[in-house]
């Protein structure tokens, strides 16, 4: 059973315009929610995490996401996207001790 | 540096053709993992060791084999490679289990099997 949906896999977008990045999960237990970014050719990196607390989470590169339990939505968003923010985002969710899920991405292009 | 390597970058084999892919962490992290990355699919886990000696599957155990002597070390082997094994793999590490931890991720191998 799809544990992660990343509904776009994938979104274009102009230089400075919003972005927003959608997932979605599956689970009838507590979750940890995770968004990593892969630049080309590079490994995954951590761009934030949930795992309590406040809802709306802050990452690095001005990236922030919202975790919304009645909606089971973990969306990621930007309001000025750059050039360099192209890359592909995976949305992640922790359903165990060691029961990870991964979306199977979503790869954001950004247009001059 | 704090990092996670691989090697090596990129491997194209034949089919039945023995091939390690190495991964090491400095990090000194208990939790380490190979995953699978597959258009479409994203990433799924193939094995993972919780500390030395420690080992166990994942989601795709099929067809691999993995090793944890050391702390820092933790070779992915793949004793007869098929087709259906070409792929992106990436090595991870983390402080302990992934439920609320970062993970580290390697470089990626690139692999193809001919």
């Known amino acids: 059973a799809q544990s992660v949906t990343q509904l776009d896999s994938q979104v274009p977008v102009f230089e400075e315009a919003p972005v927003e990045l959608r997932c979605n999960y599956s689970?009838?237990?507590?979750?940890?929610l995770f968004w990593y970014v892969q630049y080309p050719n590079q490994g995954l990196q951590l761009l934030l995490k949930?795992?309590?607390?406040?809802?709306l989470v802050k990452g690095i590169n001005g990236f922030e996401a919202e975790f919304n339990k009645s909606q089971t939505s973990f969306h990621l968003r930007k309001p000025s996207v750059h050039i360099s923010d192209t890359a592909e985002y995976f949305c992640?969710?922790?359903?165990?001790?060691?029961?990870?899920?991964f979306g199977a991405g979503t790869r954001l292009t950004v247009k001059p | 540096e704090a990092q996670v390597t691989q090697n090596p970058r990129y491997l194209i084999t034949v089919t039945g053709k023995k091939l390690t892919v190495t991964c090491s962490q400095n990090?000194?992290?208990?939790?380490m993992s190979w995953y699978r990355q597959d258009p479409g699919l994203g990433l799924r886990q193939i094995y993972y060791s919780m500390n030395v000696e420690v080992t166990d599957k994942g989601d795709v155990p099929e067809g691999y084999k993995v090793s944890r002597k050391e702390k820092r070390n933790f070779p992915l082997i793949l004793e007869s490679p098929s087709p259906n094994q070409t792929s992106l793999y990436f090595c991870?590490?983390?402080?302990?289990?992934?439920?609320?931890?970062?993970?580290?991720f390697g470089p990626g191998t690139r692999l193809t099997v001919l």
């Open positions: 992640a969710v922790t359903l165990g001790y060691n029961d990870m899920r």
């Open positions: 991870a590490s983390s402080l302990s289990q992934p439920a609320y931890n970062e993970q580290f």
């Open positions: 990090m000194n992290h208990e939790y």
């Open positions: 689970s009838s237990v507590s979750v940890y």
């Open positions: 949930y795992l309590s607390g406040s809802t």
